[in-house]
Structures are given as C-alpha cells and as structure tokens.
C-alpha cells in the first residue's frame, strides 16, 4: 500500500508541474501575441512604417544593388502600396515603377515561400 500512495503523490506533482508549464506556455504564446498586435498596429504610422522601409531597404543595399521606394502605404501587413519605386546598380537605375499595389499573405513566409495573391503595377519601365 505505501507503493501506491508514493506513486499518487508522484502523479499529483506531476501534474502540477505540467500544469504550471500549461500556464508558462499561454502566457508566452499571449505576450507573443501581443508583440506582433503592437508592431502591426505601430506600422499603421505613416512615419514608423516608412522608417522601417528605410531601415530594410538599407539592409539590403550593396554597390550592385539600390532601392529607393518614395513612400509605402496600404493596410498593413497583407496590403501594401508602394509609389516611385527604383531599381539601379552602379551604372544607374534599370527599373522603375509608378505605384505598386500588393496583396499577399505574410505568413507563408514562415514557410520559405512568397504568396502573392493580387499585383497591381502602373508606370512600369525597363530602362536597359
């Protein structure tokens, strides 16, 4: 009989302990939540979203490549608008694009793929 009883208070801390790590993991996947509710809401703001567009667009400058988008808009994520877009390399630009409207879906991402779902170009020119 002692057996038995060692081994349900075993199973009662056990299950506390699981229970407790329940409670941990909601409360991360929440405050995860959250941080991506509060950045998508800040990208609502004109001048934080175009900062962010600054900031991205020079991480990936280089001298074979610039970007230059004039101003970025839409409804963040999933729609976004972009005006006066150029491509260039060290000899100039080679692309440049009027406006841009672009639906897609973010979270594919994740999945290492880009789901576009509706592209709309005005103004596109190929310069070379």
Known sequence: MMA???????LKRLGSVVRAL?????GLAALVLAIVALMIGLLQIPEL???G???ALQAVQSPDLRIRIANIGGTWPSHLALDK?????AKGPYLTLEHLNLDWRPSALWTGHLHV???EADGLAFLR
């Open 85 to 89: 877009v150029e491509v260039a390399d």
């Open 4 to 10: 038995i009883k060692a081994s349900k208070g075993w």
């Open 117 to 119: 779902t509706d592209l």
């Open 53 to 55: 567009l600054a900031a």
């Open 22 to 26: 329940a409670a941990g993991l909601a």
């Open 49 to 51: 979203r175009n900062a």
